[in-house]
Each structure stands twice: as C-alpha cells, then as structure tokens.
C-alpha cells in the first residue's frame, strides 16, 4: 500500500492489548478512521532496547505475532517498519559465527573491528574523543572468541548492540535482502533507525559523515525504489541537518516541533512556532511524542538558549510528576539531551493545551505521526518507570483492552479522535497544497492550509496564551 496524507499511529506490538491481533482489533474498534497507518515499532526477535536489537529480520518475535498478523495490518493501513542499518544484536546468526570462527568465518566483515580501523598504535584519547557517541566511555566492545583471542569490534549504544560496516559487500547485501523482505510483508516506508551513526570514517567524528552518508543512503533509496517503499532517515540532532535530508527529497521526521510547541504553550508566544511552520518542509511527518524523550537539541537555534532553558524548567515546574532525575543516568537515560515524559504529563495533564497542541500539530505542514500514549492522552507511568528504573518507561505505559475501552470515552480523546478524522479526511491538507501562516498579535496564531486547486480551505485562529480556538473548513465552523 502507498503511503497516504493520514495520520500515522506509532505503537509497539504488544502495547495496545497483548499482540498484534489485539491491535488489529482495536484500530477496527476505536481508530479505524482516525489513524491511516501504522509504524510497528520494531516487531523481531531481539536481545534488548525494547526491540531496537534485532537479532533476525527474517522472522516475527513469536510473542508479538506472526507474518500473517503483519500483513492483515497492511491490508488496511500504510505501515512502516524499522530498519537498525546502524547495528544488530550480538545474538544474532552473524555475529554468534564470528565469535565461534573468528577469522574462518564468513560474516567476519559485517563487523567494525576496532585493531583493522585504526592505524597501529591508535585509537589514542584524541581519536576516542572525536567521536560523536552516546556514552562517555568509547564505544567499543572486547568480544572472546571461541580460539581464545579477544579483540576490540565497534557499538554505538548497548552492549547487545553491535554495529555493523555498511561499507562491506557482504553487509550491503544484508540491507537488499532485509529490504526485499520487508516489502514483501507490506512495508510502505522504512524507518533507518540511527542512520546518522552507519558511516565511520578516520579522523572524522563518524556521525553524518558527508558526503560517505549521502552515498549510503542514495544506495538504499535506490534499493528500496524497486519495490516502491520509501524512506524516513530517523535523526536527532540540529534542524539544519533535517533540512539537508529534506533537500535531498527523503521524507523527514519535524523533531523540533514538540519542544517548539511546548514552548509556545507555556510562554503564550506565537512568534517561535510561525517561523518554524514557515520553514518547515512538507514532505516530513511531524510528531509530538514518540518511543524516546521530549527532544530538546531538534529545536536549538530555532529557541534561543534561554527559551530552551525556559521550556525545560517550565516542563520540570508544569508537568505533572516530571522529575529531572527520570531523565538521567539513574534511570538509563542514553541521551541527555532528551526529557522522558508523555506529550499530556509535560502540559500538565490539560485537556484544553493537550488539544490545542494536537490541533496545531494538525495544521502544520507534513503528516502527523501520534504516539499510541499520546492518542489516549496518556499520564506519565511512574510505577512501571521504578518498576523498571527505565527512563523511558515512563512514556510505554502497556494498555490492556479494557482500559483502552474507558480512555477512549475520555473527553478529550474523543476530541483527538474527531480532529484526526477531520485531518485525514479534509483536502485542504493536501500536500501539494499551499500553507500561510500569520500572527495577528504576540499571543495568536492563523494557519490557513488550502488543496493544490484551491477548492478546499482550512483554517485555524489559536491564542497560545488562553488556549482557545476556531477551525474553518470553507468558512463553516468545525466543531470537534
């Protein structure tokens, strides 16, 4: 199936009821127009980071359900999948062969070892430091092989996640492989988690490594055009980097509209939030929330230091049971410049601002994605985030089918729901369509959208600082 101009939900497999088929269930029940497609979060058999190490592509985590499952999804939704290019688990078939056989073994080049990419007598403290990485220690790992040596291989993130040389055959042969299998299950768009980490090159920081990264990502656009699937390269880090993918014409994630939406809603100002919808390219999904923290680094420079500042003690001072300790090494937070807490907690569990920054999310240019949490106006998770010590854990709240029955009678979800099907279905929102953005004073917002044959018009009047609304649809009044 194409990818279509309706809203995207982001789930795990096993968070909206117990498995795949309980999804399915639950999106014909309470979504069905409300959400067009699906990213199914990664759905493998994997060794850890909540599906992020995948250690075989090949086949479904049993537990989750089965091919059958993922393709009844794709039957009725555009569904996008998740493609590590960066790394795979240490479990997997590869990397078990090369830690048995070693240098006998035919993976052995799937793999960054450490002693092969470095000249002798380095990496030194200045190589190590260059590095862009996660982790203040560098990011490699010993690995023991079976005929007793050790030696060094790369990996970004967790110890179960080893990366791997996409420069080498035999791993650019895995990409078409894992690419022609994906398609062949319905996937409409790939997701390149960690995309920005795949291309190491000596004396460079090794992250978004121009023009190697470019080369790798023409590549696998190439490979995935045979079979009509896109590509979403996943990024977080300055805007003017999406906006550099965005000129290449991939589809783009807007990471920087949640902190900018944020802060507008805790200051009332309008002025941040129309320069950001003015630049924004329209070939991108826009989120609010997702399996990750709040990003704060996305949106530098489009707030100044201070309003980043600003916004994140508001976020600390406003939501509802944000701690600053939830987002720190105490609770296995990899990325400081990220603040675990759901999109509703972070405005202080208010219907009328949660709203309004699903409306305004709505309006912007691109497809809204909306995280499963944030589609029942999820609360923040306090008892499985110290059940688990998991930072992000407190944004992965586990719904079972009768709570997903009462919170879709909540108010404000009913609302969500009415603005969703209002979104998917109105043409003003086409994406060859036009976009004009005004602020009639310090605190309001206009967004008008209108279809490429200006025959449908849609138009949005906010004040940031009361929260209160109009839409239009051709000059009739919208009421959700």
Not at 118 to 127: A, I, K, L, N
Request: net charge negative; glycine share 4%; charged share 30%.
């Amino acid at each position: 199936m194409q990818i279509k101009n309706e809203a995207m939900l982001i789930t795990y497999s096993d968070s909206l009821g117990k498995n795949m088929k309980d999804l399915k269930f639950v999106l014909e029940t309470y979504f069905k127009e409300s959400i067009g497609g699906v990213h199914l979060l990664p759905f493998f058999p994997s060794t850890g980071d909540r599906g992020f190490a995948p250690s075989d592509y090949t086949t479904v985590d049993p537990d989750l359900g089965s091919w059958e499952d993922v393709d009844a999804l794709g039957e009725q939704y555009y569904l996008m999948f998740d493609f590590m290019i960066n790394h795979i688990s240490r479990e997997s078939k590869f990397f078990q062969d090369f830690k048995k056989n070693h240098e006998n073994s035919p993976y052995k080049d799937m793999f960054i070892r450490v002693h092969e990419f470095f000249p002798p007598g380095r990496p030194t403290q200045e190589d190590i430091d260059l590095i862009y990485k996660r982790k203040d220690k560098a990011p490699f790992q010993t690995v023991q092989f079976e005929d007793g040596t050790t030696e060094e291989v790369w990996n970004t993130f967790g110890e179960e996640q080893i990366d791997l040389d996409v420069k080498k055959e035999i791993v650019k042969a895995f990409i078409r492989e894992t690419i022609k299998d994906m398609a062949s299950h319905g996937c409409s768009l790939i997701r390149l988690d960690a995309f920005a980490y795949a291309v190491k090159k000596l004396d460079t920081n090794d992250f978004f490594v121009e023009p190697e990264i470019w080369d790798l990502l023409d590549e696998v656009r190439a490979e995935a055009a045979k079979y009509q699937v896109e590509l979403l390269p996943e990024i977080h880090e300055h805007y003017s980097i999406q906006m550099k993918i965005a000129d290449h014409d991939y589809f783009v994630y807007d990471f920087a509209l949640p902190m900018v939406v944020l802060y507008s809603l805790y200051s009332g100002k309008s002025n941040r939030l129309a320069n950001w919808l003015k630049m924004s390219p329209m070939k991108q999904f826009t989120t609010l929330d997702t399996h990750d923290g709040i990003g704060v680094v996305d949106a530098r420079d489009l707030l100044t230091d201070e309003e980043l500042d600003y916004t994140s003690e508001q976020l600390y001072k406003v939501g509802a049971n944000v701690k600053k300790v939830y987002s720190s090494e105490k609770y296995n937070n990899l990325d400081i410049y990220q603040i675990n807490s759901t999109y509703y907690s972070a405005l202080g569990n208010d219907d009328a601002s949660y709203l309004l920054s699903r409306i305004l999310q709505c309006f912007a240019p691109g497809i809204p994605q909306i995280y499963y949490v944030g589609l029942l106006a999820g609360e923040n998770d306090i008892e499985l985030l110290e059940a688990t010590k998991e930072g992000r854990n407190i944004n992965r709240h586990y719904y079972t089918l009768e709570e997903i029955e009462k919170e879709v009678e909540r108010p404000v979800v009913k609302q969500l729901l009415s603005l969703l099907r209002f979104r998917n279905t109105s043409k003003a929102f086409d994406l060859d369509g036009e976009i004009q953005i005004s602020t009639p004073d310090e605190s309001t917002i206009e967004i008008v959208r209108s279809s490429a044959d200006h025959q449908s018009k849609a138009r949005l009047v906010a004040n940031l600082a009361t929260k209160e609304f109009t839409i239009e649809e051709n000059d009739v009044t919208v009421h959700l």
